[in-house]
């Protein structure tokens, strides 16, 4: 019904940088809210950057001037600008979508299958 397609992630040096993009397609009226998560081995997932629907912005403290996220409406897509990049950035990054069904009534949560991003030299 919908689906989130993550691109992007690779391996990169410390320093380095990344653009990931998450695309959102099927059926769907409207999107609310966009945002990235990640998970490293061993941890529990945790919020990166999100995205309102106005635009508004917030990030994790560890990213804050680092990572920036965007979103262009027009083709339902969501990106992560990731520069300056460190070991510790290392993890399986995820997009979710708050957004309506058509024909829905209520948002609904939809999750991408996350990108692998590895920084190691």
């Known amino acids: 019904q919908v689906q989130l397609v993550e691109s992007g992630g690779g391996l990169v040096q410390p320093g380095g940088s990344l653009r990931l993009s998450c695309a959102a397609s099927g059926s769907i009226f409207s999107i609310n809210a966009m945002g990235w998560y990640r998970q490293a081995p061993g941890k529990q997932r945790e919020l990166v950057a999100h995205?309102?629907?106005?635009?508004?912005?917030n990030y994790a403290d560890s990213v804050k001037g680092r990572f920036t996220i965007s979103r262009d409406g027009a083709k339902n897509t969501v990106y992560l600008q990731m520069n300056s990049l460190k070991p510790e950035d290392t993890a399986v990054y995820y997009c979710?979508?708050?957004?309506?069904?058509?024909?829905?009534?209520?948002?609904?949560?939809?999750w991408g299958q996350g990108t692998q991003v590895t920084v190691s030299s």
């Open positions: 979710q979508a708050h957004l309506w069904v058509r024909g829905a009534t209520n948002l609904s949560s939809y």
């Open positions: 995205i309102s629907s106005g635009g508004s912005t």
